[in-house]
């Protein structure tokens, strides 16, 4: 492993974790910037799916450039990695669903639902369990305050309160990088050690002080 993760390797050896594929499903707030950490703690391969072009109002919270607006998210993005750190990313630039989600998914080391419409998630949870393949879903809710990482049989798409597909909220990068933070290290968590570890945050576990910290 290069000195690119000079940090990384001092903390851990990740060499077995570098080379397994992630696949991540959705490449907005969460995924984009779950993509570009990943690379840059070691991990080597991703495949990234969706089928979005960038946005202006995509700026504020995904790890884009004003050069970048009108061109393929995926795409985007595995150009971007490449240049970053070497990564070797597989850009998707399709629209995942029923028919075409084992393809997509197929060979995986783990599957990240990184989605905001409950249709794409509903597809990649049905799928991944059909394929036997480890699937991890993370999404932001509450009232713009709140998200969560929920693990294969924790999640259930579409009903309850562990849904989180909601996107009428005020998203903010803050909470998004909490999220993909605590999503990266459950990912390599678990490519390292095959524990699935669940996780919730929230903007209020950013403990702000006026006074010194205690």
Same mark, same amino acid.
């Given at each position: 492993m290069?000195t690119f993760?000079?940090?990384?390797?001092?903390?851990?050896?990740?060499?077995?974790a =570098?080379?397994q @594929?992630?696949?991540i499903a959705?490449?907005?707030?969460?995924?984009?910037?779950?993509?570009?950490t990943?690379?840059?703690?070691?991990?080597?391969?991703?495949?990234?799916?969706d089928?979005?072009?960038i946005?202006?109002?995509? /700026?504020?919270t995904q790890?884009?450039?004003?050069q970048?607006? $009108?061109?393929?998210?995926?795409r985007?993005? =595995?150009?971007m990695l490449y240049r970053?750190?070497?990564a070797?990313?597989?850009?998707?630039?399709v629209e995942?669903h029923?028919?075409?989600?084992?393809? /997509?998914?197929?060979g995986? =080391?783990?599957?990240v639902?990184?989605?905001?419409?409950? =249709?794409?998630?509903?597809?990649?949870?049905?799928?991944s369990?059909?394929?036997?393949l480890p699937c @991890?879903h993370?999404?932001?809710? $509450?009232?713009?305050d709140?998200?969560?990482?929920l693990w294969?049989?924790?999640y259930?798409?579409?009903?309850g309160?562990t849904?989180?597909?909601?996107c009428?909220?005020? /998203?903010?990068?803050p909470l998004?990088? /909490?999220?993909?933070?605590?999503?990266a290290?459950?990912l390599?968590?678990?490519?390292?050690?095959?524990q699935r570890?669940?996780?919730?945050?929230?903007?209020?576990?950013?403990?702000?002080?006026t006074?010194?910290a205690t």
């Open positions: 290069t993760f000079l940090h990384e390797t001092i903390y851990r050896d990740l060499s077995r =570098a080379d @594929l992630v696949t959705g490449t907005g707030a969460l995924g984009a910037n779950l993509a570009e990943l690379v840059r703690m070691g991990l080597r391969r991703l495949r990234l799916i089928r979005d072009r946005e202006a109002h995509n /700026l504020s790890p884009w450039t004003q970048d607006v $009108g061109t393929p998210k995926a985007t993005l =595995a150009h970053a750190v070497g070797r990313v597989e850009p998707q630039q995942l029923s028919g075409n989600a084992a393809a /997509l998914l197929r995986s =080391a783990v599957v639902d990184a989605f905001d419409n409950r =249709a794409a998630r509903q597809a990649v949870a049905t799928t369990a059909e394929l036997a @991890l993370i999404a932001l809710g $509450g009232q713009g709140y998200g969560c990482g294969d049989a924790a259930t798409p579409g009903t309160e849904t989180f597909d909601g009428d909220y005020p /998203l903010t990068r998004a990088l /909490l999220v993909v933070a605590a999503a290290e459950v390599v968590g678990y490519l390292l050690d095959g570890r669940g996780f919730e945050v929230t903007l209020r576990d950013l403990r702000l002080a006074g010194p």
